[in-house]
Nanobody
């Protein structure tokens, strides 16, 4: 199982980025995927999760209304559209997969992690 996250970068406050997480070597459509982030010196925290079909999503309160998770099962890819970015969104963002396809929020519930992509939001 391999997860490859991409799309991070440097952006000004108020800007946007779209993160992608491409998965290979497993039954992508049977997995739900979460996005988590970790700022320096802080614990990894939940950002968003999307179920196997893409029909259900949940978000952390801090990103609700600004971030949108989606997926394309034909491309084995999940996305995180991040709008109205704030300096406090600066972190390494990780995607993580869980087999049962349901929603989850805890890092301990993730079976497979991607390598992370850095998002830096300048003020």
């Amino acid at each position: 199982v391999q997860l490859q996250a991409s799309g991070g970068g440097l952006v000004q406050a108020g800007g946007f980025l779209r993160l992608s997480c491409n998965a290979s070597r497993f039954s992508f459509a049977e997995y739900s995927f979460g996005w988590f982030r970790q700022a320096p010196g802080q614990e990894r925290e939940f950002v968003a999760v999307i179920n196997w079909s893409g029909g259900l999503t949940q978000y952390a309160d801090s990103v609700k209304g600004r971030f949108t998770a989606s997926r394309d099962n034909a491309k084995n890819t999940v996305y995180l559209q991040m709008n109205s970015l704030k300096p406090e969104d600066t972190a390494v963002y990780y995607c993580g997969g869980r087999y049962d396809g349901g929603l989850f929020k805890l890092p301990s519930q993730v079976a497979y992690w991607g390598q992370g992509t850095l998002v830096t939001v300048s003020s």
